[in-house]
């Protein structure tokens, strides 16, 4: 079997990983990146602005949790690399395995069309046409912000988390009243930050269903290096015990002066910060409910309250799942929901592959490496997929079990149990596919005249 000429689009995480495996297959490629430089989310302040990281962002998993299997994180690294670690470990990563040669930089692609026999016609940042046998979308999903629509009209400044830079970037941040929306890492990291009394504002946290808010450390250690999901072991029960002891390990939010969380812990993203618990208990932070109504510069809040004066409004909403290149009626994610055999093959389509398209836990970085190692088995004809009626199942099947315990929100429709996952692709969809492809042959390629071009 000759090999696909293969296309990635984005050099973030996913993108990586894809490429360093198609390179240990010997799989032609080529990496677009609309950047000039790799890394994706976690090259702060790249041009390209898909980058939501801000000047003090440190990492929630820690480095023994983040840490690709084929290439740890340094000895001499944090527990919690800043941002600037952690994509320096990327830049080093691309240099030990050579992946530079197979990049395009300030070359993302525009628009991506599928021929009608296969295979794809990409025109790029460049104006070029470039045919390739096979994609592998890697384009990342957290660089398109989710607004949320209340009701009524602001008249201050209202700005997504994903511009926030600093207390003087992009606005100044400095002797205001500010009310920052959410209750995610970002939402956390951000009011701890700009509550700080030497900044001297009035800082308020919305939250709409509340949230579980872990620690980074227990007994002196990462918290995450005590969590590992055991595949042997019914999942619901072990979110059980996970329950049981969470108000012993971190304590019930509404002694913090938040809302009850609708929802159970582990039936939502939680919460990782040291700090909050303690700005909210010194009184630097103030909760506040959902947000009913804008009126001006006065924000109405669901239990009748209202604060006055606010000049600010930071929504750490959330992002939305984001295809531009693909022409909407062709391959979209309507409120992040998107049908994909083990969150990378379409059903129907087989000369496409999506990589890191999911909100795992702990972390993201293991998660696409495992993910990896089936774009370069499926290029290299040494992985096949089952039958189109057998991958809608095993979909439904996969959703109910990473997600069906999950709140129904477009936050969740992706989360995922990077350790149940992990298991699940080494011990059994890897070594069926295997047997697929040898029993039945790989997938035939469309061998686009022109792909190399």
């Known amino acids: 079997m000759a090999y696909p000429t293969t296309a990635v689009i984005g050099a973030g995480i996913s993108g990586l990983t894809s490429s360093k495996m198609l390179t240990d297959y010997g799989v032609p490629h080529t990496v677009f990146e609309s950047s000039d430089r790799i890394g994706g989310n976690w090259a702060f302040g790249n041009p390209n602005g898909h980058s939501s990281a801000y000047r003090s962002l440190h990492i929630d998993t820690s480095k023994h949790r983040l840490s690709f299997r084929d290439f740890p994180m340094p000895m001499d690294y944090p527990d919690f690399p800043h941002h600037t670690q952690v994509k320096q470990y990327l830049d080093d990563y691309v240099a030990a395995f050579g992946l530079d040669q197979n990049i395009e930089f300030t070359n993302g692609i525009e628009h991506a069309e599928r021929l009608p026999d296969g295979g794809w016609e990409l025109t790029t940042q460049r104006g070029e046409t470039r045919h390739f046998d096979l994609l592998v979308?890697?384009?990342?999903?957290?660089?398109?912000?989710?607004?949320?629509?209340?009701p009524g009209k602001f008249d201050g400044i209202e700005m997504h988390a994903h511009h926030y830079i600093d207390p003087q970037t992009p606005h100044s941040f400095t002797g205001k009243k500010i009310v920052v929306v959410g209750l995610g890492n970002s939402a956390a990291d951000i009011a701890v930050e700009l509550s700080s009394k030497a900044l001297d504002n009035e800082l308020y946290l919305s939250t709409r269903s509340g949230a579980w808010i872990v620690p980074k450390y227990l007994a002196g250690q990462p918290a995450d290096k005590y969590f590992k999901t055991n595949p042997h072991i019914p999942a619901s029960w072990q979110r059980k015990v996970a329950q049981l002891a969470q108000p012993v390990m971190s304590g019930r939010p509404e002694n913090l002066g938040l809302p009850t969380p609708n929802h159970k812990f582990f039936e939502a993203h939680p919460t990782q910060s040291v700090e909050l618990p303690l700005r909210l208990g010194s009184g630097d932070v103030l909760p506040k409910p959902n947000i009913r109504e804008l009126d001006g510069h006065t924000v109405h809040f669901d239990d009748g309250t209202s604060i006055d004066?606010?000049?600010?409004?930071?929504?750490?909403?959330?992002?939305?799942?984001?295809?531009?290149?693909?022409?909407?009626?062709?391959?979209?994610?309507?409120d992040n929901h998107i049908d994909l055999y083990k969150r990378m093959l379409y059903p129907g389509i087989d000369d496409v592959v999506f990589a890191g398209f999911a909100q795992a836990t702990p972390t993201l970085f293991p998660f696409v490496e495992s993910q990896a190692r089936l774009v370069g088995?499926?290029?290299?004809?040494?992985?096949?997929?089952?039958?189109?009626?057998?991958?809608?199942?095993?979909?439904?099947?996969?959703?109910?079990?990473?997600?069906?315990?999950?709140?129904?929100?477009p936050r969740h429709t992706q989360q995922l149990d990077y350790f149940l996952y992990e298991?699940?692709?080494?011990?059994?969809?890897?070594?069926?596919?295997?047997?697929?492809?040898?029993?039945?042959?790989g997938v035939t390629w469309a061998q686009v005249s022109g792909a190399a071009s």
């Not at 979308?137 to 209340?150: L, M, Q």
């Not at 290299?380 to 069906?404: C, F, L, S, W």
């Not at 890897?430 to 040898?438: F, I, T």
């Open 137 to 150: 979308v890697a384009n990342g999903h957290h660089w398109d912000p989710r607004w949320p629509n209340f």
């Open 309 to 334: 004066d606010v000049a600010i409004l930071i929504y750490a909403t959330g992002y939305n799942i984001t295809f531009p290149f693909f022409d909407p009626d062709f391959i979209s994610a309507p």
């Open 377 to 409: 088995a499926y290029a290299a004809g040494m992985y096949r997929p089952p039958n189109q009626e057998e991958m809608r199942r095993v979909i439904a099947e996969d959703t109910h079990k990473y997600t069906g315990h999950m709140l129904n929100r």
């Open 423 to 441: 298991h699940d692709m080494r011990t059994k969809e890897l070594p069926e596919g295997a047997k697929r492809a040898r029993r039945e042959g």
